[in-house]
């Protein structure tokens, strides 16, 4: 079991950063690849990025990609997205979720077995 609390949210202005922190309880952290996912209003939630247990591999969404920044810490059970150049487009809750890192499926979110509860990022234009 893995419990998972993420934090670093809230109201920025378009053009700036936030950095999402996602702390994972339990000794297996390092099992596991992690991965963002965010939910806009109105829409379903979609992959943001992922990260492979050893760090070895990071995934991101195209809308994403040059902006975030996935990374983790297996010594202090944490995975971060750092969020640059923000947009409107990207205000969403973010969630983190853990899934066995068996070398497929990191972008799906049906693989996913451990979630968080999110938490809301607004961009303002």
């Known amino acids: 079991q893995v419990q998972l609390v993420e934090s670093g949210g809230g109201l920025v202005q378009a053009g700036g950063s936030l950095r999402l922190s996602c702390a994972a309880s339990?000794?297996?952290?390092?099992?596991?690849?992690m991965g963002w996912f965010r939910r806009a209003p109105g829409k379903e939630r979609e992959f943001v990025a992922a990260?492979?247990?050893?760090?070895?591999?990071?995934y991101y969404a195209d809308s994403v990609k040059g902006r975030f920044t996935i990374s983790r810490d297996n010594t202090k059970n944490t995975v971060y997205l750092q969020m640059n150049s923000l947009k409107p487009e990207d205000t969403a809750v973010y969630f983190c979720a853990a899934k066995m890192d068996n070398g497929w499926g990191n972008t799906q979110r049906q693989f996913y077995i451990y979630w968080g509860q999110g938490t809301q990022v607004s961009v303002s234009s």
């Open positions: 339990g000794h297996t952290f390092s099992s596991y690849a």
């Open positions: 990260v492979t247990r050893s760090a070895t591999n990071t």
